[in-house]
């Protein structure tokens, strides 16, 4: 599939292989900037795999992938990823505020931390309704507060462009709907959200944009229910 026109991240003719079976022949498209982007697909389609690709974590057989027309390392201290829970060691010694502190660009300019870093680790914790848990060890907390303490900390590196593996997965209804708040909040200021994301019921309210991955990429542009109906009729 083709979709050359620029935008907040450009593909360009993308090649994924894996324990040797193709997981994406040659491929390019754009997502603009300003929208909430969900990837979807059936499960073992590839929507993780094609993340981390577009993120440098799985080296492609071909092609690259741009954000703002620049390599990753030119431009990823605007760019705040958040990883599936499963990728985190729950049993390191560290309380969700020291977590979101080292979100933080400035934590790691001196040996203490200092008043603006914590002022805005707090920040960041008000925005998902976590401050009065922050000194809770992250291994104490539910599965819908690690997410929201980890976006809590995406948050507080005041990136231009959020990255999710799967933010809604295992959590409860409240966390979901200021996880959700917050995404469509950050993109209603100029900015731009990739999620992989797997629940068609709540695609259309979370999510206006789409990249459809089903043995290879099937779609990207606008998400509606009619895209919903079209693609996942016959799959989910």
Known sequence: ??????????????????????????????????????????????????????????????????????????????????????????????????????????YFNGIFVSSYVREKAREALRIVAMEEISEKQINELSGGEKQRVFIAR????EPKLLLLDEPFAGIDVFSERIIANYLKNFVDDGNAVVSVHHDLYTA????????????????????????IKEYFFHVY
């Open 1 to 106: 599939m083709k979709n050359n026109s620029k935008g907040i991240i450009t593909v360009e003719d993308l090649s994924v292989t894996l324990n040797g079976i193709t997981i994406f022949h040659p491929t390019a498209f754009s997502i603009p900037s300003g929208v909430r982007c969900a990837i979807m697909g059936p499960n073992g389609a590839g929507k993780t795999t094609l993340l981390k690709t577009m993120i440098g974590e799985i080296k492609p057989v071909s092609g690259r992938t741009l954000f703002w027309d620049m390599q990753i390392l030119k431009c990823y201290k605007d760019i705040a990823v958040v990883h599936q829970q499963k990728d985190v060691d729950w049993n390191f010694p560290i309380t969700a505020f020291d977590l979101v502190c080292m979100g933080v660009r400035e």
């Open 154 to 157: 995406a948050f507080a590196q």
């Open 204 to 227: 259309c309210d979370y999510f206006d944009w789409v990249i459809i991955v089903n043995k290879g990429i099937r779609y990207v542009g606008p998400l509606s229910e009619a895209v």
